[in-house]
């Protein structure tokens, strides 16, 4: 179970955020703002107390926490995110986490490791890496390697084709993962009960589960079924804006 949520508010710098598709058009940023706050209103509705930090306009993507860090309830790691432009997002995050953790409970990726948060993927008392554009191997052997002194057993997979790693899979409470075709296969997962996620909704590959409850994008009827069916209780959010920068459900908070 989840307690907390961080989010950063969007900056007006949103309508330039790196995405890799430029055709769905610029994000309305006064939209946006209103899609942000379903979102929190969504988590606090699943019962987390979410601590909302200002926008920093000097980066444009940094309403995307999930890529600066990763939280246990009493530990966290600060990322190198792989993308230049999202670097310094990480010290205002450093920050932030100082009102949750003590200096010494704050670990960090160095350089020349590269790590952002969207390929760390929970499952179950496992983690999973992606090793992806935006996370290299150094990035994902000092990630494991902090892991394993904790006791959390945790292994590297290859993402190709898809921003992150959680771009494309979603791990459900009760070993249970949303993907889309080109993880299904994939042998790390083969122990885990999948729900495939048809081509056409590939974007609510990425979903959200929070205390029992899972928020989906707003638009996605077939797996907003198949979560219903399965018994969920299911939260709509719409993401257009942020889907025109490649963001998801997860990118927008850190949950511990
Ligand atoms: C980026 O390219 O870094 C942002 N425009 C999108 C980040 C999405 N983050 C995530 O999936 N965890």
Avoid at 99 to 119: C, K, M, N, Q
Avoid at 130 to 150: C, K, M, P, V
């Amino acid at each position: 179970m989840f307690r907390y949520a961080v989010v950063r508010r969007p900056a007006r710098s949103l309508v330039s955020g790196l995405t890799s598709s430029p055709h769905l058009g610029t994000p309305d940023y006064e939209k946006a703002l209103r899609q942000h706050d379903d979102y929190i209103r969504a988590l606090e509705a699943c019962g987390l107390s979410v601590t909302v930090l200002e926008a920093l306009e000097e980066y444009p993507d940094s309403c995307f926490v999930e890529d600066t860090a990763f939280c246990l309830p009493d530990r966290a790691v600060l990322t190198n995110p792989g993308a230049s432009s999202r670097k310094g997002e990480v010290e205002d995050m450093e920050r932030a986490l100082r009102s949750f953790y003590t200096p010494d409970r704050i670990f960090r990726i160095r350089a020349p490791g590269t790590l952002e948060g969207g390929d760390i993927l929970r499952a179950g008392g496992e983690v999973f890496v992606g090793l992806s554009d935006r996370t290299n191997q150094e990035g994902a052997i000092q990630f494991l390697n902090l892991l394993r002194d904790w006791g959390i057993p945790g292994q590297p997979v290859p993402v190709t084709g898809v921003l992150h790693l959680k771009t494309g899979l979603s791990f459900l409470e009760g070993g249970r993962l949303l993907v889309t075709e080109e993880f299904a296969e994939y042998p790390p997962f083969r122990d885990f009960e999948k729900i495939p996620v048809p081509e056409a909704e590939a974007y609510a590959a990425n979903c959200l589960w929070v205390n029992g409850n899972v928020l989906v994008p707003a638009g996605f009827p077939g797996i907003r079924t198949a979560l219903e069916d399965l018994g969920y209780p299911v939260l709509s959010v719409d993401t257009s804006e942020f889907r025109k920068i490649d963001g998801g459900l997860t990118c927008l908070s850190l949950r511990f």
